[in-house]
């Protein structure tokens, strides 16, 4: 009999039975039964709706743990290529979440991943047509009945996602290159990923790794209710590689390296409104070590080592993106012309196609555009090899160029501050800054400096047009520049030094200048164009003439003739009406120590002579004033001969207005021989030249009264010529010297500028008749005799320029000569009288001295100019509020002069004549000069107070015989310098005498004497 425990203990058995066979049961259903009966209905589904090249390996189930896993499926298109596969899928699902409506995932797995895609055509791929026979196949499902509400998303939470060792192939048969590329190592792991609303966001990382070393790797978190993400991205690898050989058709270069990098951090979320809410922080993008090539050969196009994007910020919201910097870095840039004209950038370029801009004028039209910024913008050290093989002798240029920009937007009116830096391996340097504003309309306003810009640099495009060599010359300048739509103007000053110019045919200098200064430049663009010019100083220019035997000259051989086609024969049009000029003004053109050499070797005898130290000024030139300029101009011929020249003229418009008067002094005849024989058959053997040429054209009409004196003709032996005149020439020369030994040729010409039919008359045949009127016996000169001069070298008078004291080269001459003669003879003395003439010495003497206190304050003007200028700047710089501090403008040059002359006719008013009205005068003067249209003509009114003040320039008859007695004392040190023993000899009286002018010059007259009884 049983006891009572046992009784009790008797049920649990058989429970434990039933437990264990509904275990069993539910291990037997979920673990075998159902893998088996979910592969049967599967693959059937599977084949039907995705095709017959489809394999699915196991599937296992654990029913107690809720996990799936399906191993080793295979999805192949018609043609037996993978499109979709994976070795394992595995899920495990929580049991009492679903209890309350929610799939869990606690983990879902999958390995080994690929997916396959394969492009056909612009419009077929493998996928498109997966998806087309998934949708033929697809059963035809009921129709739904309308329903107000919108259906709610599945409540699902996948606690951890993870997807190892995925792999993506990628085919693109579209390019004439089929691109092929392959996506392996994609690793990816997602936790707390769930469409539960307010859920906690899941924490995410996946990495993309392609065979060529690129990688994509993310890390962050994604929310799907509501949806939302943030994170950071990096990417970096040698993408360029990859885009270039899927895109190489359409692009025309050879991409070859480059390493991409880049990175940022988002934050990405859905409003309430659906609008999609993007921030990018800490964006930096860099693109280093690229090459591109030229696909026809090869060679290297350009460089590029470092191009970075660093400090990016970009707000979809606010249609904002920023950027703290843009660098280029190192870039070696190669632009070649090549011989027939073509630039190898430019070749690569597809043909320009006519497309309507309809469509693109619309596109991207926004009431609310974006806002663009990029804080600075470094270009730096950047060489750009320029080759040329044009030219025959190719040209290459090295530049290196750096650029900071600062401030770039697309805002309105925004400026952009600008610093560029160029500099040229063959020598010269270009700095520029200033504000560049390009929305709505371009403007610039910036200064620059150009330091010593070598100019042999364009030698080759020289040598195409003409046979010289430039072998050197520096170019340097400096100055402000604006530009706008409307008007544009440069403001500054340029320079050029070191000019040489050499005859490659002769290879002998040819042009050159020392020195060429343009001051105080103001150029203005726009409904006008205007010129405004302080000076031009041109400092020891040079050039050589020659004149070939067979008439044509040097510079006419070094020009390289046209060599394109011949001109046709076509009906002259009728000239049209000149265009009137510009304002144009020069206030002054300084020329000096300019020298050149002259040869005719189309003479019998060839013929050479050298002018130096020719030096002057040219006065104020305007287009716009009635107001001649005025000519004076120096210089000396060979050893001991004069050339002036001196006159008015209207540079821009010569023909309506030139008066010039060239005059020659002290010319060695012997050297004039070569011409001489042409026409008189005879070699000179002695003598000296003046030539007086004046020209006068009025409204193109030209008249001109010329005169040659020569001095002391001796003829010497015949040389035939065709052309000479048969002439007792010997007999006439000794015999029809005037009593100062002087023969006068008059040469008159005149002519019609528009049609030129100008009459010289005959030349030698009027010389010999004023010859033969003016037979004169010449005595002899003793003291010239002594020396070797001519018997009628006149040693009696000194010339002077009027107003000056300085000896010009013909009396030097006459001095040295006097000197030995006196040496010769030592009982002779020297009796001195100093000289002036009253009113060519004053007036010579009032203008040097004017003309000298203007220039000291056109300086002093223009100096408190600049400083006026500088000192506002500099408290503009320093302001709370800038734009109440005035800052002011330079005058022009023209400008400076008006003040300083009009403030020094009221400064004499008040010296010179106290009551005086000088505005009443200055107003008088003004209107004077003043067209019916109001317009003031500067120029004549500044001449006009010019002349007036210059008349008032207080010389007294102390100044003139100051003048006389430095003339004396002039003449005293000369004949001193000589020897010593002439120094006692020489009397020099105490007073001055007043002289007539001669031929332009004050004469001094000198008287010998003996040395008297008291033992001088």
């Known amino acids: 009999m049983a006891t009572a425990d046992e009784a009790t203990r008797k049920p649990i058995p058989r429970l434990w039975w039933w437990l264990a066979g509904v275990l069993l049961a539910w291990a037997l259903l979920g673990g075998v039964v159902a893998p088996m009966v979910l592969r049967q209905q599967l693959m059937p589904l599977l084949q039907q709706r995705l095709g017959d090249n489809v394999s699915l390996g196991r599937i296992r189930i654990n029913p107690f743990t809720l996990a799936a896993t399906i191993e080793s499926f295979d999805l192949r298109d018609g043609q037996g290529e993978r499109l979709l596969a994976f070795d394992t899928v595995y899920a495990n699902l929580a049991l009492f979440p679903l209890l309350e409506g929610t799939v869990q995932v606690q983990q879902l797995w999958v390995d080994g991943l690929y997916v396959g895609v394969h492009r056909y055509s612009e419009t077929d791929t493998n996928i498109a047509r997966l998806l087309a026979h998934v949708n033929d196949t697809a059963p035809v499902a009921p129709a739904a009945p309308p329903s107000k509400d919108e259906p709610a998303m599945p409540r699902i939470d996948i606690l951890l996602l993870e997807l190892t060792g995925a792999s993506i192939g990628y085919v693109d048969e579209v390019p004439a290159v089929p691109f092929r590329t392959h996506v392996e190592a994609v690793d990816i792991a997602i936790t707390n990923l769930s469409t539960v609303p307010e859920s906690e966001a899941a924490d995410q990382s996946f990495t993309l790794a392609l065979g060529d070393g690129t990688q994509l790797r993310w890390r962050g978190d994604i929310s799907i209710a509501p949806i939302a993400s943030s994170g950071d991205l990096q990417l970096f690898g040698p993408v360029t590689e990859l885009a270039y050989r899927y895109f190489q058709e359409q692009i025309p270069v050879v991409l070859d390296g480059g390493w991409f990098d880049a990175g940022l951090d988002y934050e990405f979320s859905l409003g309430n409104d659906g609008a999609p809410q993007l921030r990018l922080r800490n964006m930096q993008v860099s693109l280093s070590n690229l090459d591109i090539l030229s696909p026809e050969n090869g060679e290297l196009l350009a460089r590029l080592p470092t191009l970075a994007l660093s400090g990016g910020d970009l707000d979809l919201a606010r249609r904002q993106v920023q950027f703290n910097r843009l660098q280029l870095a190192d870039f070696d840039i190669r632009p070649t012309r090549y011989s027939d004209g073509s630039i190898n950038f430019l070749r690569l370029l597809p043909e320009t196609e006519q497309e309507t801009a309809a469509a693109t004028a619309d596109a991207g039209s ?73 929305l709505p309309t371009p403007r610039y306003d910036g200064e620059f ?46 320079a050029l030094e070191g000019l040489g110019i050499t005859d490659t045919g002769e290879n002998e200098a040819l042009f050159g200048i020392d020195s060429l200064q343009v001051e105080a430049i103001n150029l203005r663009t726009g409904e006008q164009t205007s010129v405004d010019v302080g000076a031009i100083r041109l400092t020891h220019p040079y050039a050589r003439v020659e004149i070939e035997a067979d008439g044509s000259t ?9 060599s394109g086609e011949p001109e046709t024969l076509e009906e002259t049009p009728e ?29 019998p005898l060839p013929f050479a002579v050298h002018m130096d130290a020719l030096g002057g000024e040219i006065s104020a030139i305007s287009s716009q004033s009635t107001e001649p300029a005025r000519v004076m101009l120096e210089g000396q011929v060979d050893e001991f001969g004069l050339a002036s020249i001196s006159g008015r003229l209207r540079p821009l418009d010569f023909a309506s207005l030139t008066e010039i008067d060239l005059s020659f002094r002290n010319l060695d005849i012997p050297s004039l021989s070569p011409y001489m024989i042409k026409f008189a058959g005879r070699r000179i053997d002695d003598g000296d030249l003046d030539v007086d040429l004046s020209y006068r054209i009025q409204e193109r009409q030209l008249q001109g009264d010329n005169a040659m004196v020569m001095r002391d003709l001796v003829l010497g032996e015949r040389v035939p010529h065709p052309d000479a005149l048969d002439l007792p020439l010997g007999l006439a020369i000794a015999l029809l010297k005037d009593r100062n030994g002087v023969i006068d040729l008059a040469v008159p010409v005149t002519g019609d500028l528009d049609n ?49 004291s300085d000896l010009l080269p013909p009396e030097r001459e006459k001095l040295l000569k006097l000197g030995s003669a006196l040496i010769e003879r030592p ?31 056109l300086e002093a003007a223009r100096q408190a100019a600049e400083d006026a200028r500088a000192l506002a700047e500099a408290q503009v710089a320093v302001a709370e509020r800038p734009e109440t501090i005035p800052v002011p403008a330079i005058p022009t040059a023209t400008e400076l002069r008006r003040q300083v002359l009009e403030r020094f006719y009221r400064q004499s008013a008040v010296d010179l004549a106290a009551g005086e009205d000088a505005e009443a005068f200055l107003t008088s003067q003004r209107a004077e000069f003043t067209s019916q249209e109001g ?7 500044l001449e006009s107070l010019r002349r007036a003040l210059i008349a008032r320039e207080p010389i007294t008859q102390a100044d003139l015989e100051r003048l006389a007695q430095e003339r004396l004392n002039a003449i005293v040190t000369a004949l001193s310098g000589l020897d010593a023993t002439l120094a006692p000899r020489l009397q020099a009286h105490a007073e001055s005498a007043a002289v007539t002018l001669e031929a332009a010059r004050v004469p001094m007259e000198l008287s010998l004497s003996a040395i008297n009884a008291r033992g001088r």
Do not use: C, K
């Open 366 to 438: 926004d009431s609310s555009p974006w806002d663009l910024r990029i804080t600075e913008t470094a270009v730096e050290r950047w060489r750009i090899q320029l080759r040329d093989e044009v030219p025959q002798q190719p040209v290459a240029v090295a530049l290196g160029l750096n650029v900071r920009a600062t401030n770039i937007s697309n805002r309105a009116n925004a400026p952009i501050n600008v610093d560029t830096d160029i500099s040229l391996g063959s020598g010269g340097r270009l700095r520029a800054g200033g504000a560049l504003t390009v």
């Open 449 to 494: 400096t150009l330091e010593n810009l070598a100019l042999p640099v364009v030698q080759p495009y020289l040598q195409e047009l003409a046979n010289i060599h430039l072998d050197s010359g520096v170019l340097r300048a400096e100055g402000n520049v604006s530009y706008a739509p409307t008007q544009s103007g440069f403001s500054g000053a340029l």
């Open 554 to 562: 040097n510079i006419g051989r070094v020009m390289r003739p046209d």
């Open 575 to 603: 000239p049209a009406a000149p265009t009137p000029l510009p304002p144009v003004r020069i206030d002054q053109v300084v020329i000096s120590g300019a020298s050149a050499d002259f040869s005719d070797r189309s003479l």
């Open 756 to 804: 030129p039919q100008f009459s010289y008359g005959s030349v030698i045949s009027t010389a010999l008749a004023n010859i033969i009127r003016n037979i004169v016996t010449s005595p002899f000169r003793f003291l010239a005799g002594l020396v070797g001069g001519g018997e009628d070298d006149d040693f009696g008078v000194i010339a002077f320029m009027p107003g000056r």
């Open 827 to 857: 009982q002779l003395q020297l009796d001195l009288t100093g000289v002036y003439e009253r009113t060519t010495d004053r007036e010579a003497m009032q203008q040097n001295v004017f003309d000298a206190r203007v220039g000291l304050a």
């Open 935 to 941: 317009q003031l003509d500067e120029t004549a009114y």
